[in-house]
């Protein structure tokens, strides 16, 4: 596994070019809920009737998630589980594209898919020609080991759509029978496999031959995302939208959580209290607004404690900015809004503050599973104050369990580095100042 430094090179190189090019302000600051129905999606005639042909009824999760986002352009990286409809995810959107503009060459390929596996690209090309029979759009797959003629006639005589694995794709590409120049879509399927088998390299030779990522569409699709598969296709890609449709459950089970119950004057004190006691070695704090995120950063900031904030109304590129520098360790504060956070690889915090309880229990579950990926365990730990009650029940629904909590005693609340200072009194003047020191004193 890659170290996050060299991680963060290429983000960081990847949001200096951010500054030269425009179709980075394409990605959407605003979260495009998920879509309940495939109607709501307004498909062309012939996608959508492929849709009813095979039998989808609704969309399964990543689509309901990633389609909103993919059929307006945005480069994507969709995390779900294996057998979740990734494939009519991306396959959709590429037959919408297609659809919708001119064919610039009668024989060059449109879209290309990279599969890690023989079985994986013969199993898309079928259902490219299941779900597409009503787009009059062409499909081949090409793959190792039979056929090698047979493909590339195929592949001469021109199509629209080419599956294939790294190698046969390559040799194509090298013998110039397989064109790349006219490629509108571009969709790295089980990245985290590809990577496992070794085709780092070999993803690197395709995606450097293919036209420049700010000319086309790119999509990905894994099981798992970690840093080592946004590292290798970070640079290929316009700022991409992460969605990720992980059964939370599973990682909720990792997270030790717990709420405190507090008077809601002594909201801020309680936080400041456990961001002075918190040895985390980042701490991501929620807010469920704008004005939220801003009043905290600027009591913290009052209080002596460095904090970023994170809001819908800061270009992607400059969050990008805060967040690499809050996975590599130069950061130790973000405040974040569920808006800002969304579409921002945040992973594994270990430490999760929820100053307010989030109205929509969904993004409970997001933001504590912010804290613990990959089987390591983090800590969430919730404010709810009388306004934020209400939103229990529905969270405490969703995650099918009770909260374990706390109610907050002066103990937990944080000593104020302002306080001494607004008393003004003169007497007893050497205590207060041995608090105040202490308040300023912060352990990790
Ligand atoms: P993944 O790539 O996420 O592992 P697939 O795309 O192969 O999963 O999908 C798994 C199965 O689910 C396939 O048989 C596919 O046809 C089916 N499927 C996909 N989307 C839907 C849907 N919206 N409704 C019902 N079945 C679906
Ligand atoms: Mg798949």
Redesign the pocket.
């Given at each position: 596994m890659l170290g996050h430094t060299a991680v963060h090179k290429e983000i960081m190189l990847r949001s200096q070019k951010a500054e030269t090019y425009k179709e980075y302000d394409k990605t959407p600051d605003k979260y495009l809920p998920p879509i309940k129905t495939f109607a709501e999606l307004n498909l062309d005639n012939r996608t959508a009737a492929g849709i009813k042909d095979?039998g989808?009824?609704?969309?399964?999760d990543?689509?309901s998630m990633a389609l909103p986002y993919t059929l307006g352009e945005f480069d994507l990286i969709g995390q779900?589980q294996?057998?979740?409809?990734?494939?009519?995810a991306f396959l959709i959107t590429i037959f919408e594209k297609l659809l919708k503009t001119e064919k610039k060459s009668p024989t060059l390929p449109r879209a290309l898919i990279i599969a890690p596996t023989r079985e994986l690209a013969v199993?898309i090309e079928k259902?490219a020609r299941d779900i597409g029979t009503h787009t009059g759009l062409t499909y081949t797959a090409v793959f190792g080991g039979v056929d090698y003629k047979k493909q590339a006639d195929r592949l001469k005589a021109g199509v629209d759509i080419v599956v294939g694995t790294p190698g046969r794709l390559i040799d194509y590409m090298k013998q110039d029978i397989l064109k790349t120049k006219g490629i509108e879509v571009l969709v790295i399927d089980e990245a985290d496999r590809l990577l496992d088998m070794g085709f780092i390299r070999d993803l690197r030779f395709m995606l450097k031959r293919l036209p420049k990522y700010s000319t086309r569409q790119t999509m990905l699709f894994s099981a798992t995302i970690n840093f080592r598969v946004i590292e290798a296709t970070y640079q290929y890609m316009k700022i991409p939208v992460e969605v990720s449709a992980t059964p939370e459950s599973v990682t909720v089970d990792e997270v030790s959580q717990t709420l405190y119950h507090v008077e809601k004057r002594k909201k801020f004190r309680l936080l400041l209290g456990l961001v002075q006691k918190s040895d985390a070695e980042r701490l991501l704090i929620f807010s469920n607004t704008k004005s939220g995120v801003t009043m905290i950063e600027e009591r913290l900031t009052e209080n002596g404690i460095k904090a970023f904030a994170l809001t819908g109304d800061i270009p992607q590129r400059k969050r990008l900015k805060i967040i690499e520098r809050f996975m590599g360790g130069e950061i130790k504060i973000v405040i974040a809004t569920d808006v800002a956070s969304r579409g921002l690889h945040i992973e594994d915090v270990g430490y999760v503050i929820n100053y307010d309880l989030p109205q929509n229990p969904e993004d409970y579950v997001h933001r504590i599973g912010r804290t613990a990926r990959a089987g390591k365990r983090g800590t969430a730990i919730s404010i709810a104050s009388e306004d934020d009650v209400y939103y229990l029940e529905p969270i405490e629904k969703l995650i099918d369990g009770k909260l374990p909590f706390v109610v907050a005693d002066d103990d937990d609340l944080g000593k104020k580095l302002d306080e001494p200072i607004r008393k003004k009194s003169v007497s007893g003047k050497k205590s207060r100042e041995g608090r105040r020191r202490s308040g300023r004193k912060r352990r990790g």
């Open positions: 095979v989808f009824i609704s969309p399964t990543i689509q779900a294996t057998g979740t409809g990734k494939t009519a199993q259902e």
